[in-house]
């Protein structure tokens, strides 16, 4: 299966010759032509002896480029990361808890310096020149050759004022500083697929903006929280939530500042746990999948409306940051005159449904089961509204009203409908995303498949052709299991033995459940048990038909 262009755009690389020059070096470091940046194929030679600034590098993505530019750019010069304090931690305790983080395993094994490279910046993007002292703005103007802007808020229900403030405002600080900067060549903005998720079709191209975002910026500075809240859905119109409203808004921020600075823009999909990179299943939070995972896994999630044969467009983590650190350096090489986008999914290329997805985790988990689940996996998906409904009233309300009815009786907080009110709103957050499908054109994300040499397409490899979802599902499913709820794989026989008692509960259940039926309702009626009689012997004859077709048939 090729990609859209992908001949064309493999025929101009071959003709096409990158000529170094000899021209002084850049801030940082590295050859560099007439245009100042080095002329090489190498992603990572281009790398060598730069200077990276990375904004939301302590977050999932940004944790995992930091990873990744160490150990396969290992010349790289320094990393800069933008981190706020965060709940009574510092700055510098979050850059080195992250540090510290088992995604830099195999880091740490090639380099035990590594921690040298990367240097932690006190910054809050949603504050006036992002609160950045006059020395660190000083010291990033002058050495900085690329930025990865890579912070924002992922919340689907963030009000409207904050979503605006971390996504578009800090990004247009973000551009104010990157022109200060004296030898940038590239910035690289973390945008998402579901920017233009109001259009089925969707280009990799820039839309025009639903609003112009400084006039939306400065008519909400003066409203009271209460009227921006009522007038938000009017505002996003038909845009499901803030997130991609948005991040909308921040990519036509970013395009503005082509004409000054090399811009591309990267579009993933639902990001997921690592497929390859550093190791399969690499998950480190509870959003998006993650957390409907671990709910179905554990026995807690037992039915979502999604349509079946939507597709699920899933996108591993190290594809997105191989294809953004890919961009970064052709960004950079080629100076595109107009900012380039990269739409990085999978739907169109190698397509996986919600239906398949359903089976796959279920059987993970009944093969791995997660340790002290509430009840056996057995998850289903619908997309009919009424029979979603009745399911989450009889498999997740009524089981959740019994559980906590125990925990008061035995003297303990009840906590199970908290914890599926949570679940409930969680998963109809992403309800609009799972029952529905989207086409997106990928041609920019081939073309920049077909200007990497063999190497460099093994190191950075983002051509989602070649990943096999079962087997990529099923890492997810293990991942969510070892690195976010920290559970061993050695203790899957006490996991199994765990689920096989919550069998047995539950057929000593319904078994009580059938007799319980028996007495109220059909032994005190002659009509109940004349049908029940009716049925039970309708059943027995089909059986003994069943059996002795059989024994005519062998």
């Known amino acids: 299966m090729s990609w859209p262009g992908e001949s064309c755009y493999y025929a101009i690389w071959q003709r096409t010759e990158m000529l170094a020059s000899a021209s002084g070096p850049a801030c940082g470091g590295g050859s560099v032509g007439d245009s100042g940046v080095a ?15 990375i904004t ?64 932690g910046v006190s910054s809050e993007l949603t504050q006036p020149g992002l609160a950045l002292s006059s020395q660190d703005v000083e010291m990033l103007s002058a050495c900085i050759n690329i930025v990865f802007h890579c912070a924002a808020t992922i919340r689907f229900d963030a009000p409207l004022k904050q979503a605006l403030q971390l996504n578009v405002v800090a990004t247009q600080q973000l551009l104010g ?28 191209v820039i839309y025009p903006p639903p609003v112009e975002p400084t ?39 970013v395009q503005q500042e082509q004409d000054n600075l090399n811009i591309g823009i990267i579009r993933p999909s639902i990001v997921g746990a690592s497929w390859q990179e550093p190791f399969p299943g690499w998950i480190d939070n509870f959003n998006g999948p993650s957390g409907v995972f671990i709910a179905a896994g554990k026995g807690i999630l037992r039915t ?39 739409n990085c999914t999978t739907g169109g290329i190698n397509p996986f449904h919600w239906g398949e997805i359903e089976y796959h985790v279920m059987s993970t988990f009944k093969r791995n089961p997660l340790e002290q689940a509430f009840r056996r996996p057995n998850a289903n998906i619908t997309s009919n509204y009424l029979i979603n409904q009745y399911w989450m009233l009889v498999s997740h309300k009524f089981p959740a009203l019994i559980y906590d009815l125990y925990l008061r009786l035995s003297g303990q907080q009840p906590q199970m409908m908290r914890i599926f009110n949570r679940l409930h ?22 073309m920049l498949l077909s200007q990497l ?43 199994r033995q765990h689920l096989r008692k919550l069998r047995n509960i539950r057929y000593t259940f319904n078994t009580l459940l059938l007799v319980f039926i028996w007495r109220v309702f059909i032994a005190r009626s002659q009509m109940a048990r004349n049908i029940w ?22």
């Open 39 to 53: 002329m090489t194929a190498a992603v990572a030679d281009y790398y060598a002896g730069k200077s990276v600034l």
């Open 56 to 119: 939301g590098g302590t977050g999932f993505m940004g944790k995992v480029l930091v990873e990744k530019l160490l150990r396969s750019c290992p010349s790289v010069k320094v990393l800069y990361l933008l981190v706020r304090p965060k709940a009574g931690q510092s700055m510098q305790q979050r850059v080195s808890d992250m540090m510290k983080c088992k995604l830099f395993e195999r880091v740490r094994e090639e380099d035990p310096d590594f921690h040298q490279k990367i240097v």
């Open 177 to 204: 500083l990157a022109r200060k900067m004296q030898h940038l060549e590239a910035f690289i903005h973390m945008s998402t697929a579901y920017a233009n998720c109001n259009r089925h079709h969707i280009d990799e």
């Open 215 to 253: 006039k939306l910026i400065e008519s909400l500075s003066w409203m009271d929280d209460s009227i921006v809240r009522d007038i938000t859905p009017r505002l996003i119109g038909d845009r499901p939530n803030t997130y991609t409203y948005t991040k909308a808004l921040a990519e036509y921020v």
């Open 304 to 342: 979502m409306r999604a349509n079946n044969d939507a597709v699920a467009d899933l996108i591993p983590v190290d594809v997105v940051i191989n294809l953004t650190l890919a961009a970064g350096w052709y960004t950079a090489v080629h100076r595109p005159k107009t900012a380039l986008v990269y």
């Open 425 to 446: 709103k969680a998963i109809g957050l992403l309800e609009y995303f799972s029952n529905q499908d989207w086409e997106w054109k990928s041609d920019n994300m081939s």
């Open 453 to 495: 040499t063999l190497e460099d397409r093994k190191t950075f490899n983002f051509d989602v052709r070649q990943l096999n979802w079962p087997e990529y599902i099923e890492n997810y499913c293990i991942g969510t299991k070892k690195y976010v709820l920290n559970e061993e794989m050695s203790d899957i026989p006490v996991a």
């Open 533 to 554: 009689y009716f049925v039970v012997s309708l059943c027995f004859k089909f059986l003994s038909y069943f059996r002795a077709s059989s024994t005519l048939n062998n």
